[in-house]
């Protein structure tokens, strides 16, 4: 585990040399990148530090042990060598996940998309609940939210809303959301009391940076109109809502929610970007769970992921066969625990893959 470490550190002190130099300060892609590596590596090496003052402990507790001079000092470091010992398996199993490569997207912000599908009215009122989770979750993390575009549903919620989501890792968090979800339970407008299922599907793609991808205008069409929905004065009245096709792909991004056509418009340039990056990252993550058998690739949109069962208060994630008796508390934003779940799976498929040994 020591040369592992070591090898680690190496790497620190050249990324630490590096992100300092005039010639990487100037070039922000590759500075954006050292100064994420940096980062990780600084988790790395604290855990390092962790690792060799257990291992120096242990050491220092045997030789006062073998003197055996000091019968108080004897207990004393028993003790101590006990609580190493027990430390350092689960130290090494922290570093080994942290020692797994991490995807580069993982650290970006993200952009989060609902659309009601199967069931009508009910579908758009799940959409909206769904809405309301995540960003009840994303408050709770620090995270910062704004909606980008949306379509009111007729009986409430949403027939579709987008929304953006900037913080800390943002992405590698939010990315096995990505799938339908459905929902098992008597809508508002049945009158009969049958359980009815519908369903809404979630999609999640990095925010692209500009140096991600390069958009050449000519192949961007721009129409402007009026928004629709609250707003205040300027609803209706002018053209600040922003619509943008990318000819080559088809792709559509629009943006209705400032007041601003020019914010309006940068906003719809920032989810295009995402949603040609996204089309990249797609292929190459299907490709990649092709590979490993992946239980959790946030790759395959029509996937139906998770079910939220009402009358019997539960929710269940088909990917890894986990259910929780739960569903008040998950519905109104507390879903760290089937996050948690995720990714450690998806992290014990990629430990399996690298084929390490510690």
Not at 4 to 20: A, G, P, T, Y
Not at 239 to 252: C, D, F, N
Request: hydrophobic residues 35%.
């Amino acid at each position: 585990m020591l040369e592992k470490l070591q090898i680690v550190k190496q790497r620190f002190d050249e990324v630490s040399d590096l992100i300092i130099q005039p010639d990487i300060i100037t070039d922000q892609k590759r500075y954006v990148q050292l100064n994420k590596e940096y980062k990780d590596l600084s988790i790395l090496m604290k855990k390092r530090e962790e690792y060799i003052s257990l291992t120096n402990s242990i050491e220092e507790a045997d030789e006062i042990i073998k003197d055996g001079s000091d019968a108080e000092m004897v207990e004393m470091a028993k003790m101590e060598m006990d609580e190493s010992k027990t430390r350092i398996p689960q130290l090494e199993e922290e570093i080994k996940f942290l020692l797994i490569p991490k995807d580069p997207e993982d650290a970006k912000n993200a952009v989060m998309e609902i659309r009601a599908g199967t069931g009508g009215d009910e579908a758009s009122i799940f959409a909206g609940d769904l809405f309301r989770m995540y960003t009840k979750y994303c408050e709770g993390r620090g995270w910062r939210t704004s909606v980008v575009d949306f379509s009111e549903g007729t009986s409430g919620g949403f027939k579709e809303i987008q929304l953006e989501i900037e913080g800390a890792d943002v992405y590698g968090v939010l990315k096995f959301e990505a799938g339908v979800h459905r929902v098992q339970r008597v809508p508002q407008t049945e009158t009969q009391g049958r359980v009815h299922t519908s369903a809404a599907t979630v999609m999640v793609f990095p925010e692209a940076e500009e140096f991600d991808v390069q958009i050449e205008m000519k192949d961007v069409r721009i129409d402007y109109f009026c928004s629709s929905g609250p707003g205040g004065q300027s609803v209706n009245t002018t053209y600040s809502a922003v619509r943008l096709t990318h000819t080559p792909t088809g792709l559509v991004a629009q943006c209705q929610d400032q007041k601003s056509q020019h914010k309006n418009k940068e906003k719809a340039f920032k989810v295009l970007r995402s949603r040609l990056y996204d089309l990249e990252l797609a292929k190459k993550q299907a490709e990649d769970a092709l590979k490993r058998g992946s239980m959790v690739t946030s790759g395959d949109r029509s996937a139906k992921i998770r079910t939220y069962n009402y009358p019997q208060g539960r929710v269940t994630d088909h990917r890894i066969n986990l259910t929780l008796y739960d569903l008040g508390n998950i519905i109104d934003g507390d879903i760290q625990k089937i996050i948690d779940e995720l990714q450690l799976v998806n992290n014990t498929e990629k430990l399996k893959e690298t084929g390490e040994t510690f």
